[in-house]
T-cell receptor, first 108, second 114 residues
Framework: KNEVEQSPQNLTAQEGEFITINCSYS?????LHWLQQHPGGGIVSLFM???GKKKHGRLIATINIQEKHSSLHITASHPRDSAVYIC??????????FGTGTRLQVFP | DAMVIQNPRYQVTQFGKPVTLSCSQT?????MYWYQQKSSQAPKLLFH???????NEADTPDNFQSRRPNTSFCFLDIRSPGLGDAAMYLC?????????????FGNGTRLTVT
């Protein structure tokens, strides 16, 4: 079973701050997903990565396969970034296992 | 825009009264998933369809059923909702089962059981 742990569970920031959210998993994987869930409930897929680093706008995701660790960074954070950020990795049977998420609140 | 649409957005049902949630997609994806997400918890996979092949998770209660009449539509039926079934139900699609396929989620249906 692949366990997924995210830290921190809750994060508060001032607008403009640099944000880092971490994800650790226990079993070797082929791909990792970062997802964003807004208060209304809908989930948006942000990144899928299997190595290195990906960037989309102010969002950057990195993964270190050897250390079984991934980070999601948000540069110049904005109140509209307030959401729950979820890391998901495949189980040994290729089903996705979701972390419990990091709740981010960015204040103006 | 191609998307995944869930209806209704909010659903209230009575204890024991059958309810159906619907999901439609314009992405022409092969795989459709149903997840249950309770407050402050991670989404939990209930089942998925790969084309017409239905795959139930081992711990999904028999109370939950699903239908996929065609590529575009998938339904979640809760035969006798209990109070513990109150949750957000999320539909998602992907092109294939391999984990490197991105998931596309709908906005969810929040189910209340009274």
């Amino acid at each position: 079973k692949n366990e997924v742990e995210q830290s921190p569970q809750n994060l508060t920031a001032q607008e403009g701050e640099f944000i880092t959210i971490n994800c650790s998993y226990s079993v070797g994987i082929s791909a990792l997903h970062w997802l964003q869930q807004h208060p209304g409930g809908g989930i948006v897929s942000l990144f899928m990565l299997s190595s290195g680093k990906k960037k989309h706008g102010r969002l950057i995701a990195t993964i270190n396969i050897q250390e079984k660790h991934s980070s999601l960074h948000i540069t110049a954070s904005h109140p509209r970034d307030s959401a729950v950020y979820i890391c998901a990795v495949p189980s040994l049977t290729d089903k996705l296992i979701f972390g419990t998420g990091t709740r981010l609140q960015v204040f103006p | 825009d191609a998307m995944v649409i869930q209806n209704p957005r909010y659903q209230v049902t009575q204890f024991g009264k059958p309810v159906t949630l619907s999901c439609s997609q314009t992405l022409n994806h092969n795989v459709m998933y149903w997840y249950q997400q309770k407050s402050s918890q991670a989404p939990k996979l209930l089942f998925h369809y790969y084309d017409k092949d239905f795959n139930n998770e081992a711990d999904t209660p028999d109370n939950f059923q699903s239908r996929r009449p065609n590529t575009s539509f998938c339904f979640l039926d809760i035969r006798s909702p209990g109070l513990g079934d109150a949750a957000m139900y999320l539909c998602a699609t992907s092109r294939g089962l391999q984990v490197w396929n991105p998931l596309h989620f709908g906005n969810g249906t929040r189910l209340t059981v009274t």
